[in-house]
Nanobody, 119 residues
Framework: QVQLVESGGGLVQPGGSLRLSCATS????????MGWYRQAPGKERDFVAR???????NYADSVKGRFTISRDNAQNTVFLQMTSLKPEDTAIYYC?????????????WGQGTQVTVSS
């Protein structure tokens, strides 16, 4: 059974930083492409970042240069380091297993973790 458990969200001021974690089980993590999506209130869920099994990363234009995705294969965990946060980054953040060569999510979504950027 696949489990994706996101954590690390919270309330942060504009310009601040947060580090999100996604603990996984039930997937062959070290050979998997993993990614982060986010959903703001009243909007669709959007792609944020992905990391391949080999460590290649890709980012949405809106977060490029501010967010960094990484992985720890020993812990079956993927991370999202977020810096220079803006109010428009406010959303629920989700992780997922992605198709190897794209950004299509492959598993049911977890509960996500709320990130709120506000002064």
């Amino acid at each position: 059974q696949v489990q994706l458990v996101e954590s690390g969200g919270g309330l942060v001021q504009p310009g601040g930083s947060l580090r999100l974690s996604c603990a996984t089980s039930g997937i062959n993590f070290r050979f998997s492409t993993m990614g982060w999506y986010r959903q703001a209130p009243g909007k669709e869920r959007d792609f944020v970042a992905r990391i391949s099994s080999g460590g290649t990363t890709n980012y949405a234009d809106s977060v490029k240069g501010r967010f960094t995705i990484s992985r720890d294969n020993a812990q079956n965990t993927v991370f999202l380091q977020m810096t220079s946060l803006k109010p428009e980054d406010t959303a629920i953040y989700y992780c997922n297993l992605l198709e190897p060569a794209g950004i299509r999510p492959l598993k049911p979504w977890g509960q996500g973790t709320q990130v709120t950027v506000s002064s």
